[in-house]
């Protein structure tokens, strides 16, 4: 049985875009070996827990209709699926390792501690701990215990040791252990660190695939160490590249926006989203840029993944998702918009004029915050101010009687109408259409205007010329 999982911490505004790419491969990966997906919260940092951050991340998820088998919210059989919720389990397996001597207790203080690394970074060392309890002895643990000495649990990493981690994409990785700190397994306040807790649980889990950024390679050797002091088997490991910006720079927030409800919120569709993600790193067998679930799910490969840090780019992505936009029924279409604006803009647009314009803007718009770009003017009057219009002032009025005329508002009649004046008065065509664009939508660039005038009915046009300020 193909598992897999996210392990998101809930120390953000809400889910990362990094996290979200990473959610959807594990969620492909499942899906397509006809496995569970899984989401467990690792919130055994409590410093850095944000309040209202897990209910953030599991809603933007379903948002982005990445639903999970197995959570916090939805149980299963391997729960709980909140590392807090499982302190007892992390105290009884660290204690294990205790006892095979993979693991020590260290009762160094902060003081101690904050001596060592300064002595180290002052002879150019990489700071790490430097071995203080690793050797003590039974009676001076026993006694320190007694005492009520403070402490915490260290990971005894073997010396000279080469940890191999094979990873799905990135083949073989060697690591020395001597490199590596004698990692706090349980702090002093009694909550594991992220490396024994996600060994235990991806463990306990059976989580059969690790899916995780790039970031968490150099965890793993350590993780290694601790499925071996435990006798366990390994699961694959499986290090995704991490998104960058277009300029290569890591994909951060001063750059990109970087929550992933963002990009609902200016209106992007998930799938397109979706559909962008997967091509990071990887790309479709036949090269097409814009494919559903069920195709991606029959050629999806993850030994595919590239693991050059791909370029995510918020242009490309507002292409595909116009083409997604471009390929919607207007029926569909009309519901998306309408739902989007009552979502993130509190606002009730008029169905049937939603429906009207549809035509208009659908080849124009690339994401849904786009169409109030275009067509707020449908749904209120713009304050257009005849001082604004100076110096076309002198045919407005004409403008206005030659409208007032028309018994057959129709777009062509409009047309015919409007060049017609604009040969009397000798102007340019242009010119006559600009200046009515203005009034009308209150923007030089607009839908096509008499489509836009006969979608707004002759009374509101007139009204509209009659009205300005
Ligand atoms: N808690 C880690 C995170 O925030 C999980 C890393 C992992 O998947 O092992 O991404």
Known sequence: MIRTRIAPSPTGEDLHLGN????????????????????????TDRQRLVPGAEEKILSTLKKFNIFYDEGPDVGGDFGPYRQSERLS?????????????????????????????????????????????????????????????????????????????????????????NNIDD???????????????????DYLMRISHVIRAEEWLSSTPKHILLYQAFDWPLPIFCHLPILRNPDRSKLSKRKNPVWASWYLQQGFLPEAVLNYLTLMGWSHPEQKEIFDFDELLKVFDIKDIQTVGPAFDP????????????????????SQILKYYQVYHKKNLQA????????????????????????????????????????????IN???????????????????????????????NSEIFMTLRLIITGKKISPPLNESMVILGKKECLERIKNLS
């Open 315 to 334: 242009v490309k992505l507002e292409w595909i998702n116009g083409e997604y936009i471009r390929k919607t029924q207007n029926s569909k279409l009309k």
């Open 89 to 177: 389990l992390y105290k009884k397996y660290v204690l294990e390792l205790i006892g095979k001597e993979a693991a020590y207790y260290c009762f160094c203080s902060k003081e101690r501690l904050d001596e060592v690394r300064k002595k180290m970074t002052a002879d150019k060392k990489i700071p790490r701990y430097d071995g203080h309890c690793r050797y003590l002895s039974k009676k001076e643990i026993d006694e320190n215990l007694k005492k009520g000495t403070p402490y915490v649990i260290r990971l005894k990493v073997p010396k000279n040791k080469k940890i191999k981690v094979n990873d799905l994409i990135r083949g073989e990785i060697i690591f020395d252990s």
């Open 352 to 395: 049937e004029l939603v429906e009207q314009t549809i035509p208009l803007i659908k080849e124009r718009i690339k994401k849904f915050s786009d169409y109030s770009e275009y067509c707020q003017f449908f749904f209120e009057r713009p304050a257009v101010q005849r001082l604004s219009l100076l110096k076309e002032n002198h045919y």
């Open 398 to 428: 004409n403008i206005y009687q030659e409208l007032e005329k028309i018994t057959d508002w129709k777009t062509d009649v409009i047309g015919e109408r409007m060049v017609r004046l604009a040969k009397k008065i000798g102007i340019k």
């Open 183 to 201: 990692q706090v397994l349980l702090k002093s306040d009694g909550y594991p660190t992220y490396h024994l807790a996600v060994v235990i649980d």
């Open 20 to 43: 979200l790419y990473t959610a959807y491969i594990n969620y492909l990966w499942a899906k397509k070996n006809h496995g569970k997906f899984i989401v467990r919260i690792e919130d």
